[in-house]
């Protein structure tokens, strides 16, 4: 389905998703009377539901349908009636089609579903859709800490890792879509672990938040750390994600009963209460994630690199030492590029759906 492209002189309006593991996201994008790389859009009627991921495929679409079809509404009840539907969603995305080509075991059955024609045909809209780090990326180099770069690198570490490679304003997709999968690099400290792709040695086994709580079990079991049902439980939680996709049970220095860590916030409060095996964690995470951005600042050269994700909050500690790693790594050329924070926050996956929305249907109207 086709759209008339942007006309500068009006404002334009697209329905924005954001579709996670957790939470499905919705909101108006605006954009002002000039074409995108402006003024910043406008969000407005901010709504969320929800995933249900563990229901299936065909059952998050169909809430995702029904979430659209109020949220298109409701637009129209605020006199902001919305021209397309925007979306930037988990999973690897066949951004031609709309379909969502395979996704991890944190959306059973998310992939192949056809998410693209299942909404045009439910909401009479055109629809564009693009993978949710690929759109967080677009958002941040177009109008947030990245805006005016030529090149910009994006990095979202958080429970996984992932980012993208935005270039004169395009994300850089590759054959398959699947470009921008930074954290299945491999990195000597990730060897032995077991990543959420199941393969194993991958920096995001490391470097992320559910990484970290798997590395933490391992080094408390090589500290022979007593009690032998913890140390079952933290072989278990190194045989894979399918039998354990969140979770470490691990015994805290000095504890006198299992707790469990689900990934980086758990693993930061045990920092905060002065647990060295834990900050050591996350030091070396940090560390080998700098390596891994110093080779990729070698390929792509960028003009700066943008973090986001709840990591990157987990304390100075941890930015120093993925500096420190970017430094041992980086040639004289990349040393000195800028690694900033991301400045839009939950909202960049929403505009920069919409940014590629704009894009696509320039090209295609």
């Known amino acids: 389905m086709k759209v008339a492209p942007f ?20 909101a108006v994008v605006t954009f002002a009377a000039t074409a995108p790389g402006g003024d910043a ?25 029904d979430f659209a079809e109020r949220q298109i509404a409701a637009a129209s009840a605020a006199g902001t009636p919305v021209r397309g539907i925007a979306i930037a969603s988990a999973g690897v995305v066949d951004v031609e089609s709309g ?27 055109p629809v564009r859709v693009l993978n949710d ?21 994006v990095i979202a570490v958080g429970t996984g890792l992932g980012g993208a490679a935005v270039i004169d304003g395009r994300i850089l997709f590759g054959a398959h879509g699947v470009a921008g999968h930074f954290g299945h690099i491999h990195h000597p400290y990730a060897a032995g672990l077991v990543c ?3 393969r194993d040695g991958h920096v995001e086994s490391v470097a992320s938040g559910s990484g970290a709580a798997r590395l933490y079990a391992k ?36 504890a006198q009963r299992p707790v469990v860590v689900r990934g980086g916030r758990e693993l930061k409060a045990l920092v905060d209460a002065g647990d060295m095996f834990a900050r050591e964690v ?22 700066v690199i943008i973090l986001s994700g709840s990591l990157v909050h987990v304390g100075e ?38 940014v590629h929305f704009l894009h696509t249907a320039r090209r295609t109207a």
């Open 219 to 254: 080094r408390q079991a090589e500290a022979h750390v007593e009690g032998a049902s913890y140390a079952a439980a933290a072989a278990a939680s190194l045989t894979g994600i399918a039998d354990v996709p969140e979770s470490a049970y691990l015994r805290a220095p000095g």
């Open 196 to 198: 959420s792709c199941g």
């Open 99 to 125: 379909c969502i080509a395979s996704a991890t075991d944190t959306m059973p059955g998310w992939g192949g579903q056809p998410l693209g024609p299942h909404l045009a045909e439910r909401c009479g809209l």
């Open 41 to 65: 859009p406008r969000i407005s009627l901010e709504a969320s539901i929800p995933t249900g991921a563990r229901r299936g495929g065909a059952r998050v679409l169909a809430d995702i349908a």
């Open 7 to 26: 006309q500068p002189g009006s404002e334009f309006s697209l329905l924005g998703l954001d579709i996670g593991g957790t939470k499905i996201a919705g």
């Open 317 to 354: 500690f941890w930015m120093d030492a993925l500096r420190e790693g970017y430094r041992r790594d980086a040639m004289v050329g990349t040393a000195a590029t800028p690694i900033v924070e991301g400045s839009l926050g939950s909202q960049a996956p929403l505009i920069g759906a919409a």
């Open 282 to 303: 996350f030091t070396d995470g940090a560390f080998a994630l700098g390596q891994t951005l110093g080779g990729l600042a070698n390929s792509f050269d960028p003009d």
């Open 133 to 153: 780090v690929h759109g967080h990326a677009l958002g941040e180099a177009t109008y947030g800490a990245g805006a005016g770069a030529r090149t910009a690198l």
